[in-house]
């Protein structure tokens, strides 16, 4: 009877795998968005009786604002990501770039005002008055307030990329009491000599190649960076168009669009949603871009939270060295670089696996030292 019994299982575990095979060659796909969508919300779908998989909108500074939560464990500490661009926002291509993170945090992606879905929930002209740096400062302050009440966390991390790194070590430095750690990425310091030596680095790599057509264009917005006023659009254009094509933004790549094409894939995003990313991009870089770059915080001498950065070596978009040089200076209880040696500007998308790896091995321990993480998950 026994052999029997599993005579019949073996039967019908042989049939299934006969008809899984079966509709895999009848219906080879994905075919659409959709389907491609389905199959990575299944792959990355959260089932742990303690976590949390959720898309909401918050109330910050006035408007709804989305954030995405991804947690294994809620008992984890939570790590909150201000994305940059201005507008490159990072929750619709972390499916890939924060893959694993949740294992570790309760992980937090917020899509910033008049950016990604941010920008399709409210009217753009009304929020467009509102895009200046202090009002995205109080809505940083906003979204850390929020997470650490929503989790019941004294303290939370907070990782910045780019142009969120302006955001994150602004706050670090006049809230160090919310933070277990700063954590920034491609870490941006003194924008002015940035734009001065990615002008630069991207000058020599054209005429190492004899590249005239690029020594024409670079000449042509000579000097570069200079002064107290930030560059005019097109000439920042015209430089990132270089330094761009000679791998300053992502290593050994003309550009990063291979990231960007990511966002189409985002099981966070509706087909609307995809259509308006980059209109918001549009707006927050039209609004935003020329105060950035007159962004120096190399004044910041001195932080009360421990401090990693997170830089690619290659990166000259938002210029590596200089933020090495600054952080050579830096005083804080504690403080590390790593570098990325595979990566330029978009390390998380460049070398995703180590960043994982570095956010387990040199971020969570300052909260597994005071206990703000979940029973018998450790590094």
């Known amino acids: 009877m026994m052999r029997k019994e599993a005579w019949v299982l073996a039967v019908a ?13 009848e219906a080879p796909g994905p075919r659409s968005r959709a389907e491609a969508v389905e199959v990575i919300a299944g792959l990355r779908k959260i089932v742990a009786p303690e976590g949390l998989e959720r898309s909401e909108k918050v109330r910050i500074g006035g408007i709804d604002q989305w954030v995405s939560v991804r947690s294994r ?23 890939y770039t924060a893959h694993g993170w949740d294992e570790f945090f309760t992980v937090i992606q917020w899509d910033q005002r008049g950016a990604g879905r941010s920008y399709a929930a409210n009217d753009p002209a009304t929020v467009a008055p509102t895009l200046t740096l202090e009002r995205m400062h109080a809505d940083a302050e906003e979204m850390v307030a929020w997470a650490r009440k929503t989790f019941g966390k004294e303290k939370i991390f907070v990782l910045g ?47 190492a190649a004899k590249n005239e057509e690029a020594i024409r264009e670079l000449s042509s917005i000579a000097p570069y960076g200079v002064g107290k006023e930030p560059p005019p659009v097109k000439d920042i254009m015209l430089q990132r168009r270089w330094l761009n094509f000679y791998g300053g933004a992502a290593y050994r790549r003309p550009n990063a669009g291979f990231e960007a094409a990511a966002v189409n894939l985002s099981p966070e995003y509706t087909d609307e949603d995809v259509r308006q990313v ?94 703000d993480v979940a029973p018998g998950v450790s590094k």
């Open 73 to 95: 464990d809620l008992r984890n500490p939570v790590l909150l990501v201000f994305h940059g661009g201005p507008g490159w926002v990072s929750m619709p291509t972390s499916w």
């Open 278 to 371: 980059w209109n918001g991009e549009s707006l927050s870089f039209e609004k935003l871009l020329s105060s950035i770059l007159t962004t120096d915080l190399s004044h910041v001498k001195r932080l009360k939270t421990p401090v990693l950065l997170f830089l690619g070596r290659h990166d000259r978009n938002v210029s590596a060295p200089v933020a090495a040089e600054w952080f050579a200076g830096l005083k804080a209880p504690s403080k590390r670089i790593v570098w990325f040696e595979q990566s330029a500007h978009e390390m998380m998308a460049e070398e995703p696996g180590k960043v994982l790896l570095s956010l387990v091995l040199h971020a969570r321990p300052f909260a597994e030292r005071v206990g």
């Open 13 to 25: 575990l042989l049939l299934g795998g006969f008809q899984v095979r079966a509709q895999a060659q």
């Open 161 to 207: 990329h780019s142009w969120g790194s302006v955001l994150g070590l602004t706050l670090a430095a006049k809230h160090p009491e919310w933070l277990h750690a700063y954590i920034g990425a491609a870490q941006a310091v003194d924008a002015r000599e940035s734009e001065r030596r990615g002008w630069a680095w991207a000058m020599e790599q054209a005429r």
